[in-house]
């Protein structure tokens, strides 16, 4: 220290103390407030004069401050007012000469945004200097950026979403689509339980296209998505995955008759007639289904093999029926149209 | 051009014209083409091509001269109730008009802190004394000054001042001017504005 620090010469004006530092507070040795800044008289209101700062503040560094030493030995003055809405301020405080007391200079900090909302403070409240009103600027830039990055996100998401369905729908008959299955029939092989996969391919579609036209075939596609939809449980997959082929997956099926019930049900709602702009459009559906059972560990490509063999099997014996294919490969006819063991068991 | 700039020149031929103008201009400037029928996104960086394509498709649907739309536009960005935010932002800029116009010598680094790859022009005050002032643009879309004398008029309006501006081409290239008289800065009440965008 070489003790050469002289005092200044020169003192402010209270007024001119306001401008500088329109948040400050005068206190007098015993910590009484004797002046403020018009910033602070503001917050506080004009009764606060000659009131210790204990009355007006709690304080929370230091924890009290009945003389100036406590508050001069902090390094930083953490304080709140003690009337609502309870506004905080940090601060620091230095000695004035003779024993004129402390002089303490206060800042919002990061509350600045909820003070100048809570008080109705103005930009003519601050110090020219203080950066209140650069944070303020931001805190409003950061919120309508991130505004409009939020809509963005929302935007693309939604369009992600769709496009996912898309992805994943037959657009005709708004069936899954042959990746659907796929996914499907995956996540079934992966799990331990038991399920039926049927293979179901249109009979005669051909001839309605050749005949009736295009409008026709896709008519007739969307009334046999629908039918086949409407024969089976809401969680169950129905599937288009060709022209004329749809898939339906069974989920949680342990033996036979579920899947007897389905395919009966389904002959049953494909005899009534399809009909496309006054003409019977003729169609039949032949099917071909295989079990897996509880625990069995079977390759898909391979179900749907045997599927595939059981569906021909009920094309060779005369369509409109349901087969089913054995572990051995061997074929078992569970319905048909002709037989009478159809719907309510 | 950064999409910010761009959504706003969306949103000003959207609301003041309608949407199927907009589209209509869209499609005939190539946007729609280039990025889809929904327009821009804000947090986007386009070719500059495209916003020029847009501006001169725009004049000539709209049979109007390129410069009084992006005047127009400047008033829009001020005085749109959609576009709040940004009135405050700017407001954010001074207490008094005159004290606003001081402000712009930093609108290019207050814009830079708001959104890092903003990219606006630099613009600089001339005090001529008596309340006259010269800004002088540079950088950005030739026009960009058009749009600034539109966001002046306004935002002298919403700070209740009286103000008389002129638009003039530099000499200089790539730069801008715009003559700025300041009459009587407390002409009239004009708009309030809290710091705090809750308070009412």
Not at chain 1, 165 to 182: I, S
Not at chain 1, 211 to 230: F, I, W, Y
Not at chain 2, 79 to 85: A, F, G, L, Q, V
């Amino acid at each position: 220290m070489d003790g050469d620090l002289r005092l200044p010469p020169f003192g402010l004006s209270a007024q001119a103390l306001g401008q500088l530092m329109p948040m400050h507070l005068w206190l007098d040795t015993a910590c009484r407030i004797r002046g403020a800044g018009p910033t602070m008289l503001k917050l506080m209101g004009p009764d606060v004069l000659g009131q210790g700062l204990d009355s007006v503040f709690s304080l929370r560094v230091p924890r009290r401050a009945d003389h100036a030493g406590a508050l001069l030995r902090a390094q930083r003055l953490l304080m709140k007012l003690r009337a609502a809405p309870g506004t905080g301020f940090k601060g620091v405080a230095v000695p004035l000469t003779g024993d004129g007391g402390v002089l303490l200079n206060l800042s919002f900090g990061y509350a600045v945004h909820d003070a100048v909302r809570d008080h109705g403070l103005s930009a003519t409240d601050f110090a020219p200097t203080d950066l209140a009103i650069e944070l303020l600027y931001l805190h409003e830039a950061k919120v309508a950026v991130m505004g409009e990055v939020t809509r963005m996100a929302d935007r693309l998401q939604g369009a992600k979403v769709r496009a996912e369905a898309q992805a994943v729908t037959d657009a005709l008959t708004g069936l899954g689509n042959r990746r659907a299955m796929e996914a499907a029939l995956d996540r079934l092989l992966a799990s331990e339980s038991g399920f039926a996969l049927m293979h179901l391919d249109l009979d005669y579609f051909k001839q309605v296209n050749d005949t009736l036209g295009h409008a026709a075939g896709d008519h007739v596609l969307v009334e046999v998505a629908a039918r086949l939809r409407a024969s089976v449980r809401g969680g169950d997959l129905v599937a288009r995955v060709g022209g004329d082929e749809f898939v339906i997956l069974l989920a949680g099926v342990h033996d036979l008759s579920p899947l007897q019930r389905v395919g009966a049900l389904i002959l049953h709602r494909m005899s009534e007639p399809i009909v496309f702009q006054g003409h019977p459009c003729r169609i039949a559906v032949s099917m071909g289904a295989v079990l897996r059972m509880q625990g069995e560990t079977v390759a898909g490509d391979h179900l749907m093999a045997r599927a595939d063999a059981a569906l021909y099997a009920s094309k060779g014996a005369g369509r409109a029926r349901l087969t089913l294919a054995e572990l051995d490969g061997s074929c078992q006819p569970l319905c048909s149209a002709e037989s009478d063991n159809l719907v309510d068991r | 051009m950064h999409g910010l700039i761009n959504k706003s020149l969306q949103a000003f031929l959207s609301d003041s014209f309608g949407s199927a103008l907009w589209h209509e201009i869209a499609q005939r400037s190539g946007v729609a083409q280039a990025i889809g029928p929904d327009g821009f996104e804000s947090m986007q960086t386009y070719d500059d091509s495209l916003t020029e394509a847009l501006l001169l498709a725009a004049a000539v649907v709209l049979r109007r001269p390129r410069d009084s739309l992006l005047e127009d536009m400047g008033t829009y960005l001020i005085s749109n109730e959609r576009m709040e935010p940004l009135r405050r932002l700017l407001r954010f800029g001074g207490v008094s008009f005159t004290d606003f116009l001081y402000s712009l010598d930093d609108l290019q680094g207050r814009g830079r802190l708001a959104v890092p790859d903003l990219a606006l022009p630099e613009f600089t005050l001339d005090e001529r004394g008596m309340g006259r002032f010269t800004l002088v643009c540079r950088g950005g879309i030739s026009g960009f000054a058009q749009v600034m004398v539109g966001i002046l008029r306004a935002l002298a309006d919403d700070y209740g001042a009286l103000a008389v501006l002129d638009h003039s081409d530099s000499a200089a290239e790539g730069e801008e001017r715009i003559s700025i008289e300041v009459h009587d800065p407390a002409f009239h009440a004009g708009r309030r504005f809290d710091l705090s965008a809750e308070a009412r």
